[in-house]
């Protein structure tokens, strides 16, 4: 028997919550509980969760005994094992000094992927730890899947190796800000490269003036003397610059358009996408992977990659194939000489889907409005499948 469960993430919700007579069950999460202790410790809460509250031992001891599940956070990790939203760069970059060559390796982001690698990495050494890390990772897809109601998401992916003074980095950029101009929700994986170029179009679509979008290019363009191609993201003023661009280029309140990079402390070497408004990061990298394809009901926007946008072509193909999330998208390809000839994936790609639903959502262009054209003209009613 299935219990619908009614969830409860803001102080007005819990304070209506506990004058009701008749108490449906609850997961109440992330509350400070401590100005209701008499009416907790004092009242049966059978079936209800209690997840990231902060309360007293004795509270929590009689929600127990009463049938309740209460889950704590564990103050000996760097994260919360539950949260009731999605991070928030000021949040993972907090305390960011610009003016400090070593800003970022004091953030809480850092802080968080140290301990994760202390720790085992993706090969935890306890069961406390992976036990934690999943149930962090569930709460933020819970709060993400929140987040997503009633949005038409489009996922731009691509190498992670991509330099910010490349043109491919500025058309994606122009892509991303066209189509959050036109109400689409852009994701990305959540790094650099291609994914932190998504962020940054749907960054500048909060600002009339299309020049935004050449200055911060401006800001972020040079790199150190003596830095190594394909690896920008390591340069010690990586972040450094993206954080400028957003003191520089304020976002305007109320921000208008945002954005979701969804990365991982797997991947913790790379910092994540500065211009991001929301981050759903996650230790496992395999939920992370599924499902940011997956969350893509508008289309996935394939740029030059190498192994991992490889993987992800693919992994989309076959949810395509089966229609695995109740329809299919489409895979828009960017870029004919990279997909015919550096990574001819293309070709392979057009076998495999021939005879099949998706072979008509399958598109390789050159052209930037081409490919915004190709996300705008799909019909998601058409590719729906009953029951999936």
């Known amino acids: 028997m ?12 819990l304070v209506a919550w506990l004058a009701e007579a008749e108490r449906p ?9 401590q100005l209701h202790s008499e009416q907790l410790a004092r009242e049966s809460f059978a079936g209800s969760l209690f997840l990231g ?10 929600l127990v005994n009463g049938g309740a599940v209460v889950l704590r956070n564990d103050e000996r990790f760097a994260f919360a094992m539950h949260r009731q939203r999605l991070y928030t760069p000021d949040e993972l970059f907090a305390g960011f000094d610009l003016d400090d060559p070593r800003a970022y390796f004091k953030t809480p982001d850092y802080a968080v992927y140290e301990q994760y690698k202390q720790l085992g990495g993706h090969r935890p050494h306890s069961i406390h730890t992976s036990l934690a890390q999943r ?27 991509m330099e910010r003074a490349e043109p491919m980095y500025a058309a994606v950029a122009r892509i991303a800000r066209t189509l959050t101009r036109h109400g689409y929700l852009m994701a990305s994986g959540g790094g650099p490269g291609a994914m932190e170029a998504t962020h940054l179009g749907a960054y500048c679509a909060n600002f009339a003036d299309n020049a935004v979008l050449d200055e911060a290019l401006r800001i972020l363009g040079p790199r150190p003397a003596g830095a190594k191609p394909g690896k920008e993201y390591a340069d010690a003023d990586w972040l450094h610059r993206a954080m400028r661009v957003r003191a520089e280029l304020p976002l305007p309140d ?21 211009f991001a408004t929301q981050i759903a990061k996650y230790f496992a990298n395999s939920v992370r992977e599924e499902g940011l394809l997956a969350i893509a009901n508008h289309g996935v926007v394939f740029s030059p990659g190498s192994a991992g946008t490889t993987q992800e072509i693919f992994q989309d193909a076959a949810q395509n194939h089966y229609a695995s999330y109740g329809g299919r998208s489409p895979m828009v390809f960017f870029g004919i000489d990279h997909w015919t000839r550096v990574r001819p994936v293309w070709p392979l790609l057009q076998h495999v889907a021939k005879g099949h639903v998706y072979d008509e959502l399958l598109y390789l262009s050159d052209d930037e409005s081409a490919i915004v054209q190709q996300i705008l003209a799909y019909d998601p009613t058409r590719y729906s499948v009953e029951g999936s």
């Not at 509250?53 to 009689?62: E, I, N, Q, R």
């Not at 987040?147 to 489009?154: E, S």
């Open 53 to 62: 509250c902060h309360m007293s031992d004795g509270v929590a001891g009689h």
């Open 254 to 274: 109320p921000v208008v358009h945002h954005s979701i990079g969804i990365p991982t402390w797997h991947y913790g070497h790379e910092p994540p996408a500065a």
């Open 2 to 13: 299935v219990v619908s469960v009614l969830e409860i993430e803001t102080t007005v919700a």
């Open 135 to 161: 149930l962090h990772d569930h709460a933020i897809t819970d709060a993400l899947e929140e987040t997503l109601v009633g949005q038409k998401v489009v996922a731009m992916m691509g190498g992670h190796a």
């Open 25 to 33: 069950v609850a997961a109440v999460q992330g509350l400070d509980l």
